[in-house]
Each structure stands twice: as C-alpha cells, then as structure tokens.
C-alpha cells in the first residue's frame, strides 16, 4: 500500500539517574497508516506515554532517546534539528493529554492559548487569528464559542477543557495526532462524546491517531489497529477485531479477561492479573511477564522471546515463547485456574 | 465593582486587627521594666524628681485611665506628644516616614530588578554552571549581614570613588534618590537572594508542567513559552514572598538607617523603644500594622489582577 | 534563551546607566560644599594670604532631642546648646571659672547674696538687648521647670533682682559653696522671653534665641542643625567663621568615613580604637583633650555578698586600672583613685592612691571576709556599650587571679536601670561625666541617699552623708578643701564605688582646622574656630 505516515523502528528511550538506569521504552517497533487510528495499550509505566513523548521530543532529562528510527512521512525525526522539530509539532504532529485543567496555562485566555498555536505566517493579521480561533471552538462544538473565547480554562467543565485542548491541539491542521488517554478523566457520559468528536475530526481532518489507553473499550471503540505494550515493548500487535476474538499473548488474554463481562467469563469474581507490574530498572532475565504469567515455563524465565508473527500472519504480531509455536501450550497449568473465554 | 467592594470589606476588616495591636502594643510596653521618667531624666537623676515627672507625665494614673484617654485621642488620630521629643508624635512619624517608604521601594526595585532575570536563569539551566553560579551568589548574599555590605558600598563608592554622598539624603529629590541608591542596594541584597531562589524553584516546577509540555507540542516558540507559559506562572508564588519581605524590609531598615546617616522611622523606633516614650512606640506600631495591611491587601489585588483563578 | 538573557542583560545595563548619570548629576559625594548639606561656596582670596572657609562642618553621633535648656538635657544637647546659649560664667579649657556675660561679681559674707555686675550691651541673635527682665524669667525658669533635670543647681535661688540692665543681684535660701559653679551649668543662660512668648512652649524646643556665637537658622532633624554666625556676638571680630553645621552622624564608622572624605571636617566622640586611623591620614589630626569622664565599678552593699567591705576592697586590690585604660581607652585617658576629677583642682583629694594591682592583699581581704577558696560574682552591663562590656571583660580576667569568677551579664538599659533601683545587682559599670566645675553634683550623687540610695549602694552611711552636707555651705576655700578631702577618705574607705580611670575626649579633624580647643566637659569653643582653604 502507501508508505505508512510514521514508522517507529526500534525506539529505544531509556531514563538515567546515579544508580539505574530506567528502560522506558525498550526497542518498540510499529507502523501508523494513513487515517488510522492506531491504539497503545498497557498499564500505568509500560512506555506507551513515553513513546509519544519520544516522537515530539518531549523526553525531558534525566530521559533521553537513546536508539531507534522515527520515520515520519520517510524522514527520522531524531536527526532533525530543533528548528525542524518546532515547524512539525503542532503543524504535522501534536498531541493531547490526559488531565486537561494542568495541560492548559491558567493565566491566559483560551483565545491566546489557541493563536499561540497558529502558524504566524498563515494567519497574519489578528483578524484572521480571532477567526481561525472561533472557528476550531465550533469544530469541536463548543456553544457560543465567541464568550468562551475570552474565558479561562478555569471557567470550562471537565468535557469542555478537554474540547478545548482538541480545538487548540488542531488549529493548525494536523496528520498524526498523538491522544494520551483523553478520556480517562472524564466521566462516562462525557467519554463518549469526546471519543465522538475525535472521530469526527480524525475523518473530516484525513488525520492519523495514536490513542493510548488502559481502556479496552474505548480501544473497541475507536482504534483500528492495537499495539499491546509490557515493561516498555510491545507483546502483541495486530488489528482490534482480532485482538478481541483472537488474543495470543497471555498478557492480552490476562486483560481481555479481566473486563467486567468479558465472553465467557461465569466467574462472580473479576479476575486480576497476579502479581506486580516489573521494576523497570531491573527486569528478569527471561520474559519480563514471565513472574505473573500463568503459562511460564522454563524457556520463558530463561529467554527474552521476540516479537514475530503468529503463525505466519504478518498482520498479527506476538512476543512469547509458547504462542509462537516453538513450545507447546499445555492446558491447564500448576498455577491459577481453568479459563474458559478465548477459544483456541 | 466587586473589587471595590472587595476593598471597602477589607478596609472594615482591618480595624479590628487594629485595635488588637494597639491593645497589645499598650500593654506589652508597659510591662516590660523601665520607667519612662526614670530613663528621661538619666541614671544620674534623684528620685524626686522622677518621681515628679512620673506624675506629670501622667504615669502614675491606673492602666485603664490611660488606656481610655490613649483611645479618647486616637479617634482624632490623635497620638500625644512623644514622651522623648515633646512635640507630636504623629508629626514626627510623618517626618520621618517618607524616607523610610521611600528606601523600602528603591530597594524592592533592586531587589525586583536582580533577582528575576537571575531566577529564570537558574531555573531554566537547572543544575548547570549558570545555575550554580547564581545559587551560590545568593546564598553568599543571605550570609552578608546588611550593615557590613552597607559600609562596604560606602567605602567603595562614597569614599575610595566618589560617586555617591557618604550617608544622608540631601534636600531635593535628586539628592534624595542619590542617595537612597547605596542604602537601598545593601538594603536589597537578602531579598533579592531569598526571591530568586523562590523564583528558581518556581521556574524549574512549572517548566515541568503539562502546560508547558503541551505548548511546546503546538510549536509555540520557545520565547513564548519562557514568557507566558513560565515566567507569568512562576512569579505568581513569588509575589507572595515579595510582600512578606517588603513588611520586614520596613520594619528592619533601622540598621540601613543607622549605617547611612539617613533619618527614618526606624531609628526612631528603636531610640522610643529604648527611652519607654509609651506614645511614640504606640503611634509607630500603629503605623507600621496600618501600613502591613495595607501592603497585604494591594498584594490581594495585585493576585487578583494577575491570576484569574482568585475570585475577590 | 538568548533573547531573554540579552533583554535582562540590557534592563540591567539600562539601570546601571540611569544610575551612573543620577550619580553623575549634582556631583555626587565628595568635599563638604555640596555633599547633602545646605553648604554656602568657599570665599576666595588673593594668593599669597591663608585665606579661610566661610563654612565648617561639626559631625556628632547622638542628635539632641531638643533645645530648650529647661527639659530633660543630657551630654548630647548640652554639646550643641553652648553654640548658642550663654551663662554668666562658664569653664576654660583647665576647668577654671572665668567670665562670661557677668564681668565681675561678688558674694556677701554670709555667702547667700551674689551681686554680678554683667557686660554692657549684650545682644541675642536676633538684635534684641538683653534686659535684667530676661535673665530673671530665664532663672526662674531654670529653678521651676518642672520638665528640668537640672533644677537643684538653682534650687536654692529665693530672688533674682535687677536693679537695672548691668547688675544682677541673687538671693540664695542659705550659703551654698558651688553655686557659681552652678552658674555654668547648660540651664543656668539667659533666654529672651519675648521670643518664648512669641513662639510659645512648642516653638521653644525646636527655636533657640540666646546670646552665643552661633544662631539655628535650620534643623533638619535627624541630620543637621544648620547655624549662622550671631551678627551681634559680645566679642569683636568672633566667631571667625560665619558659618557651621553640625551634623549628626550615628554611625561611628559612616562618622569617620565622612571625615576622611571631608563631608566633615571635625568628628567628635571618636571611639578610641580610630584615633591611630586618624592620625596616620595626612589631612587629618587626632587629638585628645582631658575630660571629666570617669568610669566606676558601682556596688550594691546590700548584697550579701558585695555588702562585705573586705569583698568591695578586695576588688579594688584586685584590679589593675592602667592595665585598663591601655584596653579599653587605648591610652587615651588615666587611672583614678578618688572620685572626685583632678580639674576640681584643690578640691581634688592628690593622695588617695589606687589600690591595685595587688593579687595577694585581694586574696588576704576575701579569705578574712569567709572566702578563702574564691568566689563567684556577677555584673550587669548596659547591653550594647561596648566600653563597658571591654571592662567587664578585662575585670573578669584581672579578677580571676585572685580567685574571683565574674559572670557577666548584659542588660537593656530600661530594665539595667530598674534593677539598679531595686538593688536586684551585685555590680554594674556607670560613668559620670561633671558639667559644673565643682565636685558638689557627683557628691550629691554619692552622698545623698534620698538622691540615688548613694549611688545605687542600697545602704545609707550616714558618717558618709553628714560628711557630704557639711560641705554644701562651707564658703572658705580653704576649709571646704579639708571637708572635701575627708569625705573623699571616707568614700574610699567604704569603697562602695571604684573609681577606674578619667577619659579624655577623642576628637579628629581636618589638619586645615585653626584654633580649636575643648573643655573638660566636651565642649567646643566654636567661636574661635577657623578653617583654611
């Protein structure tokens, strides 16, 4: 097909201090097409917000980008200089946070916050700004946008700061934007009308997002594509369908499970994931999810496995020893209990 | 209109405050020991005669007395004469006062004018050289002691180079402003440090912010993010500590005073305190309380203007 | 970043520049003609003559709180006001009376009547004569002013008269032996009372009208009182120089930099450790003139410990007074045995001899006094002098080899004199400087019980107090020097203060300064000095 919009190769970004070093992201790979929505999932501290930060070069010290390719549109955007950088972000490539009352300057109009985003040499007259800015409040359906304009962040509810943030995020037109859990601090009810208006910008802008998320329901409602991320790789990647029907890494399995009416689930109780996420400064030897995997054998405490495509579907990525055909997958282990759920 | 309001309620609210200094400072001169006739007339002076002007100075009436008759004349802000000066004691403050305000705004400009281009400097270098660099200046700053750095500016500039007059403030405001520049810059010096140590962590906390994450990834030019995505954020904290040091500033510029011959209200103060002139320390005390309100509710509305958050 | 850098860089640049032109403009600090005082340019002169500024400059540390002779005085007003009032007689610089607005007087037998017959055509400053009306209100005054803490020097005046403008006849209660040394007490001038009626009590403070040298044109306070030559000054051709500022200077160190700089050209009260720093400087002399200054050990013989005169003695034996004035006053001063100063002259009691330093006598007293292994007292010090803090130290470390252990203990001057009063002490430093040429004010002062419980003692003497009275009336000179030195052996004797050691008055002024000299008690005779240019 057409060369995807961005290509991450390799990307290696790794935390420094006196004693340890913190491997945020450790050698993650993936590819974002254009308009696609493209969803990072994992728990907190599994590297999906720092491979964000990696591609607009928001790692701040003691953080630095150590390895790894960012291709975007063909060029790596680790080699541009920052001149370069600052003409990409906020034009071809932006992103949006999670907390929206912090991710907003709470000294100035959200007028200005929206022009401070414009490309002077495009709208060169404040006319024009004033315009362009009332226009995006529109686009991301904010009522009587012209009062609101002169408000501050403050003055806006939950839903709406989030709005405004899209609004300010897109001002300039983008093609990939980067969504750092924009809903996990709204309620409900606002969550899905913000994953709405996301959608509706995504095609009416012709824009590419990456969505990170814990919530495997909004990845069933948005994403086209999913990456599932564990102690700063990937472990699993393929489209949502067959993530849903089809999960292949323990990990995802272990997640699919555990959402509250999950297929097949007869439990009363929800079941968790044993164990505690890994200490990314020192990770064992083997597997990284090998000390909470129900399934770990020997080979899986011994060796790191790679991330290939399940039984020969390049579309369907896995990282793990016994998914990958080369040990057998044997029922039911020592540990835990018989799932039913996922068919085989 | 909510903000003048805001201010008339503020205003009300700061008699009661009043009134409980007052009541305080009355009591707590009167008790610690020393008699005002006694230190008036010397240690060298017989007992009658103090005696005498204890009762002509109306010392001997109980407390309530002459807390009543003190009351009777404040609401005509009425302050009696200086026990020390014998003239009033309002007309020797308000002499005096002007200086002192005047050397507590040249140096808070100093201190303004050194310490935030040095605070965003070591707060946007965190931990490199500059940021050292400027750290340890303040830190040599606080360990100066103020009358010291005062005469070293003196020596220095007054004497081995002559630019500036060795102490004293001249008769026109030219003269005045000459000199109230020396004094003014020792008088600075731990300010300046104290709030550019606050605006440097302030600065190195907000770089860290969302916000500013989220401008850079708009493509906001860095000189705009430095200006009103940090900068405007930072100084807000700061302003609270600038008017907690512009009080001390007031009441501590005796030694300032002393150093550079310049006749203010703090040496005024401290030689009423010394002689018990009940009425002098009163009227001072009084003015200096009045004069701390006022500076923490312009610091309000200062706050109000600058963040939009705060409600009056 | 660098933007922001070059915008502070250039903010401070612009101050710095705004500051130097500031500085530039009116010239800044520098000689005494334009540096922050109201000071009138140098006169010139063909070259060849010494000509002579019309201005000098006066720095002082302490500013008087007023100049109406009739309040609560202290050293600082009485410094300043002989620039502009006059007495009847006054002290040179040996401390001898000598006339001043009176030419020539006499006392009657009995020694209660004083005819003085005064100096014709005597002027205040404002041109006005001076009327037998102005000096009767002006020592009546000085007698009943309530304010006053000078009143018993007139206390014993029952009538003035004035039998016309050149005679003035005073009428004592009873004969009193000091009163003409009384006369040149600070109170005891001549006022114009057509002034105080016209600016009235409050005026009074701040506006002098008397007879001296100099008149106050200006009183900025808390900086300079600026004085214009009086045109109708009693002595032809004085003051030399038409105009002087005094200024007032707190700071010991500010004081001394301006005289270095010449903003000043005569310092007063130089502390002792700068007169070597003055008189190394080539523009500048250091120079000291006897003083009536003395500092005591003042004891409370209600203690009861110090109560023991073996223990008072003891520490008399103890001490080694040279030693402390080498320390403390740097030389600048002498040791003394009796209290009353050697300017009394006669009355001076020459062979009272110090005690010390004799370690092993002050042993032998504390041993018979029931301390023979030493023991522990403590002094309390007005906090912040430091001349008395430097003798308590050099006490502490004298006492020590005779076993005594001198715990020091500084105090707020307010809450020092408190204690003192209630006899709450054991030993504390005060200094009494004279300003009457006659020992009867110290005697007083040591003597009189209802006065200051003889000197903070706390225990009457009565053989001390009798002694005292007997020398009050004594008119014959001759007899009155016998009382005077019985009384000082039996001060001595009781030891109840330990006279330390006269200070002189240190004084540095600018080598270009002609005829300046200083009298016992501090004051300067203006109306002779001279600067050349």
Same mark, same amino acid.
């Given at each position: 097909?057409?060369?995807?919009?961005?290509?991450?190769?390799?990307?290696?970004?790794?935390?420094?201090?006196?004693?340890?070093?913190?491997?945020?992201?450790?050698?993650?790979?993936?590819?974002?097409?254009?308009?696609?929505?493209? /969803?990072?999932?994992?728990?907190?501290?599994?590297?999906?917000?720092?491979?964000?930060?990696?591609?607009?070069?928001?790692?701040?010290?003691?953080?630095?980008?150590?390895?790894?390719?960012?291709?975007?549109?063909?060029?790596?955007?680790?080699?541009?200089?920052?001149?370069?950088?600052?003409?990409?972000?906020?034009?071809?490539?932006?992103?949006?946070?999670?907390?929206?009352?912090?991710?907003?300057?709470?000294?100035?109009?959200?007028?200005?916050?929206?022009?401070?985003?414009?490309?002077?040499?495009?709208?060169?007259?404040?006319?024009?700004?004033?315009?362009?800015?009332?226009?995006?409040?529109?686009?991301? /359906?904010?009522?009587?946008?012209?009062?609101?304009?002169?408000?501050?962040?403050?003055?806006?509810?939950?839903?709406?700061?989030?709005?405004?943030?899209?609004?300010?995020?897109?001002?300039?037109?983008?093609?990939?934007?980067?969504?750092?859990?924009?809903?996990?601090?709204?309620?409900?009810?606002?969550?899905?009308?913000?994953?709405?208006?996301?959608?509706?910008?995504?095609?009416?802008?012709?824009?590419?997002?990456?969505?990170?998320?814990?919530?495997?329901?909004?990845?069933?409602?948005?994403?086209?594509?999913?990456?599932?991320?564990?102690?700063?790789?990937?472990?699993?990647?393929?489209?949502?369908?067959?993530?849903?029907?089809?999960?292949?890494?323990?990990?995802?399995?272990?997640?699919?499970?555990?959402?509250? /009416?999950?297929?097949?689930?007869?439990?009363?109780?929800?079941?968790?994931?044993?164990?505690?996420?890994?200490?990314?400064?020192?990770?064992?030897?083997?597997?990284?999810?090998?000390?909470?995997?129900?399934?770990?054998?020997?080979?899986?405490?011994?060796?790191?496995?790679?991330?290939?495509?399940?039984?020969?579907?390049?579309?369907?990525?896995?990282?793990?020893?016994?998914?990958? /055909?080369?040990?057998?997958?044997?029922?039911?282990?020592?540990?835990?209990?018989?799932?039913?759920?996922?068919?085989? | 209109?909510?903000?003048?309001?805001?201010?008339?309620?503020?205003?009300?609210?700061?008699?009661?405050?009043?009134?409980?200094?007052?009541?305080?400072?009355?009591?707590?001169?009167?008790?610690?020991?020393?008699?005002?006739?006694?230190?008036?007339?010397? @240690?060298?002076?017989?007992?009658?005669?103090?005696?005498?002007?204890? @009762?002509?100075?109306?010392?001997? @009436?109980?407390?309530?007395?002459?807390?009543?008759?003190?009351?009777?004349?404040?609401?005509?802000?009425?302050?009696?004469?200086?026990?020390?000066?014998?003239?009033?004691?309002?007309?020797?403050?308000?002499?005096?006062?002007?200086?002192?305000?005047?050397?507590?705004?040249?140096?808070?400009?100093?201190?303004?004018?050194?310490?935030?281009?040095?605070?965003?400097?070591?707060?946007?270098?965190?931990?490199?050289?500059?940021?050292?660099?400027?750290?340890?200046?303040?830190?040599?700053?606080?360990?100066?002691?103020?009358?010291?750095?005062?005469?070293?500016?003196?020596?220095?500039?007054?004497?081995?180079?002559?630019?500036?007059?060795?102490?004293?403030?001249?008769?026109?405001?030219?003269?005045?402003?000459?000199?109230?520049?020396?004094?003014?810059?020792?008088?600075?010096?731990?300010?300046?440090?104290?709030?550019?140590?606050?605006?440097?962590?302030?600065?190195?906390?907000?770089?860290?912010?969302?916000?500013?994450?989220?401008?850079?990834?708009?493509?906001?030019?860095?000189?705009?993010?430095?200006?009103?995505?940090?900068?405007?954020?930072?100084?807000?904290?700061?302003?609270?500590?600038?008017?907690?040091?512009?009080?001390?500033?007031?009441?501590?510029?005796?030694?300032? @005073?002393?150093?550079?011959?310049?006749?203010?209200?703090?040496?005024?103060?401290?030689?009423?305190?010394?002689?018990?002139?009940?009425?002098?320390?009163?009227?001072?005390?009084?003015?200096?309380?009045?004069?701390?309100?006022?500076?923490?509710?312009?610091?309000?509305?200062?706050?109000?203007?600058?963040?939009?958050?705060?409600?009056? | 970043?660098?933007?922001?850098?070059?915008?502070?860089?250039?903010?401070?640049?612009?101050?710095?520049?705004?500051?130097?032109?500031?500085?530039?403009?009116?010239?800044?600090?520098?000689?005494?003609?334009?540096?922050?005082?109201?000071?009138?340019?140098?006169?010139?002169?063909?070259?060849?003559?010494?000509?002579?500024?019309?201005?000098?400059?006066?720095?002082?540390?302490?500013?008087?709180?007023?100049?109406?002779?009739?309040?609560?005085?202290?050293?600082?007003?009485?410094?300043?006001?002989?620039?502009?009032?006059?007495?009847?007689?006054?002290?040179?610089?040996?401390?001898?009376?000598?006339?001043?607005?009176?030419?020539?007087?006499?006392?009657?037998?009995?020694?209660?009547?004083?005819?003085?017959?005064?100096?014709?055509?005597?002027?205040?400053?404002?041109?006005?004569?001076?009327?037998?009306?102005?000096?009767?209100?002006?020592?009546?005054?000085?007698?009943?002013?309530?304010?006053?803490?000078?009143?018993?020097?007139?206390?014993?005046?029952?009538?003035?008269?004035?039998?016309?403008?050149?005679? &003035?006849?005073?009428?004592?209660?009873?004969?009193?032996?000091?009163?003409?040394?009384?006369?040149?007490?600070?109170?005891?001038?001549?006022?114009?009372?057509?002034?105080?009626?016209?600016?009235?009590?409050?005026?009074?403070?701040?506006?002098?009208?008397?007879?001296?040298?100099?008149?106050?044109?200006?009183?900025?306070?808390?900086?300079?009182?600026?004085?214009?030559?009086?045109?109708?000054?009693?002595?032809?051709?004085?003051?030399?120089?038409?105009?002087?500022?005094?200024?007032?200077?707190?700071?010991?160190?500010?004081? &001394?930099?301006?005289?270095?700089?010449?903003?000043?050209?005569?310092?007063?009260?130089?502390?002792?450790?700068?007169?070597?720093?003055?008189?190394?400087?080539?523009?500048?002399?250091?120079?000291?003139?006897?003083?009536?200054?003395?500092?005591?050990?003042?004891?409370?013989?209600?203690?009861?410990?110090?109560?023991?005169?073996?223990?008072?003695?003891?520490?008399?034996?103890?001490?080694?007074?040279?030693?402390?004035?080498?320390?403390?006053?740097?030389?600048?001063?002498?040791?003394?045995?009796?209290?009353?100063?050697?300017?009394?002259?006669? &009355?001076?009691?020459?062979?009272?001899?110090?005690?010390?330093?004799?370690?092993?006598?002050?042993?032998?007293?504390?041993?018979?006094?029931?301390?023979?292994?030493?023991?522990?007292?403590?002094?309390?010090?007005?906090?912040?002098?430091?001349?008395?803090?430097?003798?308590?130290?050099?006490?502490?470390?004298?006492?020590?080899?005779?076993?005594?252990?001198?715990?020091?203990?500084?105090?707020?001057?307010?809450?020092?004199?408190?204690?003192?009063?209630?006899?709450?002490?054991?030993?504390?430093?005060?200094?009494?400087?004279?300003?009457?040429?006659?020992?009867?004010?110290?005697?007083?002062?040591?003597?009189?019980?209802?006065?200051?419980?003889?000197?903070?003692?706390?225990?009457?003497?009565?053989?001390?107090?009798?002694?005292?009275?007997?020398?009050?009336?004594?008119?014959?000179?001759?007899?009155?020097?016998?009382?005077?030195?019985? &009384?000082?052996?039996?001060?001595?004797?009781?030891?109840?203060?330990?006279?330390?050691?006269?200070?002189?008055?240190?004084?540095?002024?600018?080598?270009?300064?002609?005829?300046?000299?200083?009298?016992?008690?501090?004051?300067?005779?203006?109306?002779?000095?001279?600067?050349?240019?």
């Amino acid at each position: 097909m057409n060369t995807p919009l961005l290509e991450v190769k390799d990307l290696q970004t790794y935390f420094f201090s006196k004693h340890e070093t913190v491997k945020a992201v450790d050698g993650v790979s993936f590819t974002v097409n254009e308009q696609e929505t493209f /969803g990072l999932v994992g728990e907190s501290g599994c590297g999906k917000s720092m491979t964000c930060r990696s591609i607009l070069g928001l790692v701040k010290s003691p953080g630095r980008v150590v390895g790894g390719e960012i291709l975007y549109k063909g060029d790596d955007l680790l080699h541009k200089s920052k001149r370069e950088m600052q003409a990409i972000r906020g034009r071809e490539i932006g992103m949006i946070f999670q907390e929206p009352m912090t991710a907003l300057n709470p000294l100035l109009k959200v007028k200005d916050q929206i022009i401070d985003a414009l490309d002077k040499s495009i709208y060169n007259t404040a006319e024009k700004r004033y315009n362009h800015a009332l226009e995006m409040l529109k686009l991301v /359906g904010i009522p009587s946008p012209e009062s609101r304009l002169e408000e501050y962040p403050h003055q806006f509810s939950g839903g709406m700061r989030q709005r405004v943030m899209i609004a300010i995020a897109l001002c300039s037109g983008l093609k990939l934007l980067l969504a750092d859990e924009p809903t996990t601090a709204l309620d409900v009810t606002i969550q899905d009308q913000v994953m709405k208006l996301i959608n509706r910008l995504r095609d009416q802008l012709k824009m590419s997002v990456i969505l990170i998320t814990h919530d495997l329901g909004v990845v069933a409602q948005m994403c086209d594509r999913v990456a599932v991320m564990y102690a700063g790789q990937i472990v699993e990647m393929t489209d949502t369908r067959t993530l849903f029907h089809m999960p292949r890494h323990p990990y995802t399995y272990a997640l699919m499970s555990s959402l509250p /009416g999950a297929a097949g689930s007869s439990q009363k109780r929800l079941p968790t994931i044993e164990g505690a996420p890994p200490n990314l400064a020192n990770l064992p030897e083997g597997c990284p999810f090998a000390p909470r995997c129900r399934f770990a054998q020997d080979i899986c405490r011994k060796e790191k496995p790679e991330l290939l495509p399940y039984e020969g579907d390049v579309a369907h990525l896995v990282r793990c020893h016994i998914r990958d /055909g080369r040990t057998q997958f044997v029922g039911a282990t020592a540990k835990g209990k018989q799932e039913g759920g996922a068919e085989q | 209109m909510a903000r003048l309001t805001y201010i008339l309620k503020r205003i009300l609210q700061m008699i009661p405050v009043l009134f409980v200094v007052i009541v305080l400072i009355f009591v707590m001169i009167r008790l610690i020991p020393g008699d005002p006739a006694r230190l008036m007339l010397g @240690e060298t002076a017989v007992e009658a005669d103090v005696e005498a002007l204890r @009762e002509a100075m109306g010392l001997n @009436e109980p407390y309530t007395t002459q807390f009543a008759i003190f009351f009777k004349n404040l609401l005509h802000f009425d302050f009696g004469n200086s026990l020390l000066y014998k003239t009033s004691c309002i007309d020797l403050v308000k002499e005096r006062l002007p200086l002192t305000v005047s050397l507590t705004v040249v140096a808070t400009l100093f201190s303004l004018l050194i310490s935030i281009p040095l605070g965003f400097v070591a707060g946007l270098h965190k931990d490199k050289a500059s940021d050292q660099a400027i750290r340890i200046s303040a830190l040599a700053a606080i360990s100066m002691p103020t009358f010291w750095v005062g005469l070293l500016l003196m020596i220095a500039f007054s004497v081995k180079i002559r630019i500036f007059p060795a102490g004293g403030w001249g008769t026109t405001p030219l003269e005045h402003l000459q000199g109230l520049i020396l004094p003014g810059i020792a008088q600075a010096l731990m300010t300046a440090a104290l709030l550019m140590r606050n605006l440097r962590n302030s600065v190195v906390d907000i770089s860290r912010m969302d916000y500013v994450d989220f401008a850079v990834s708009k493509g906001v030019s860095t000189r705009r993010v430095r200006s009103a995505y940090i900068m405007k954020n930072s100084l807000i904290s700061t302003i609270t500590l600038l008017s907690t040091r512009i009080t001390y500033m007031l009441g501590g510029s005796v030694v300032i @005073e002393t150093v550079f011959s310049l006749p203010g209200c703090g040496k005024l103060l401290v030689d009423a305190i010394f002689a018990r002139d009940y009425a002098m320390v009163q009227c001072m005390v009084f003015i200096f309380a009045l004069i701390v309100l006022l500076v923490s509710l312009i610091t309000d509305i200062i706050y109000s203007f600058i963040d939009p958050r705060i409600t009056l | 970043m660098k933007r922001r850098t070059t915008k502070a860089l250039s903010l401070l640049l612009a101050s710095a520049s705004i500051l130097a032109l500031l500085a530039g403009c009116g010239g800044g600090g520098g000689t005494a003609e334009n540096s922050n005082s109201p000071a009138p340019s140098d006169s010139s002169a063909p070259s060849g003559e010494t000509t002579y500024a019309d201005t000098i400059v006066i720095g002082d540390n302490t500013e008087p709180k007023n100049l109406d002779p009739d309040q609560s005085w202290g050293a600082a007003e009485a410094r300043f006001s002989c620039f502009v009032y006059e007495g009847l007689v006054r002290e040179d610089a040996d401390g001898n009376i000598i006339p001043l607005l009176a030419t020539d007087w006499k006392i009657s037998e009995d020694g209660t009547v004083y005819t003085f017959n005064l100096k014709p055509d005597v002027k205040f400053s404002d041109g006005t004569p001076v009327t037998g009306e102005d000096w009767i209100w002006s020592l009546e005054r000085a007698r009943d002013n309530p304010e006053s803490n000078s009143r018993t020097v007139a206390s014993n005046i029952v009538s003035i008269e004035a039998p016309d403008d050149a005679t &003035l006849v005073i009428t004592l209660d009873s004969p009193v032996a000091s009163f003409l040394a009384n006369c040149c007490k600070w109170n005891m001038v001549v006022k114009s009372k057509a002034h105080y009626e016209a600016v009235g009590a409050e005026g009074f403070l701040t506006q002098p009208m008397g007879t001296g040298p100099y008149a106050v044109t200006e009183w900025k306070k808390g900086e300079y009182i600026q004085c214009v030559a009086n045109e109708y000054y009693h002595v032809e051709g004085q003051p030399y120089t038409k105009n002087l500022t005094y200024k007032i200077i707190t700071d010991d160190n500010t004081r &001394l930099l301006q005289l270095q700089s010449g903003d000043i050209d005569i310092m007063g009260m130089v502390p002792v450790n700068m007169m070597a720093q003055i008189d190394s400087d080539p523009n500048l002399t250091a120079a000291a003139y006897t003083g009536s200054q003395i500092r005591f050990l003042v004891i409370n013989c209600a203690d009861e410990v110090t109560g023991k005169k073996e223990v008072r003695q003891a520490l008399d034996y103890a001490t080694d007074k040279q030693a402390i004035v080498d320390m403390v006053a740097n030389g600048y001063g002498k040791p003394v045995s009796t209290y009353v100063s050697n300017i009394h002259g006669d &009355l001076h009691n020459s062979e009272l001899a110090d005690r010390g330093p004799d370690i092993e006598k002050a042993k032998e007293l504390l041993t018979q006094a029931g301390y023979p292994d030493g023991l522990t007292l403590k002094i309390n010090i007005t906090s912040g002098n430091t001349i008395y803090e430097n003798i308590a130290t050099v006490l502490q470390s004298q006492w020590a080899a005779a076993g005594i252990s001198l715990e020091i203990e500084p105090l707020e001057s307010g809450t020092l004199v408190e204690s003192l009063g209630a006899g709450n002490y054991q030993l504390t430093i005060l200094q009494w400087t004279d300003s009457t040429p006659d020992p009867s004010d110290i005697s007083a002062y040591e003597c009189r019980y209802s006065d200051s419980f003889q000197w903070y003692s706390g225990v009457q003497d009565q053989e001390i107090e009798d002694a005292y009275m007997a020398t009050i009336s004594e008119t014959d000179p001759a007899k009155r020097a016998e009382l005077f030195w019985t &009384l000082q052996e039996l001060v001595y004797e009781r030891t109840n203060i330990v006279p330390l050691f006269q200070a002189d008055w240190a004084y540095g002024y600018s080598s270009k300064i002609e005829g300046i000299s200083v009298t016992p008690f501090n004051k300067i005779n203006v109306a002779e000095l001279k600067k050349a240019n």
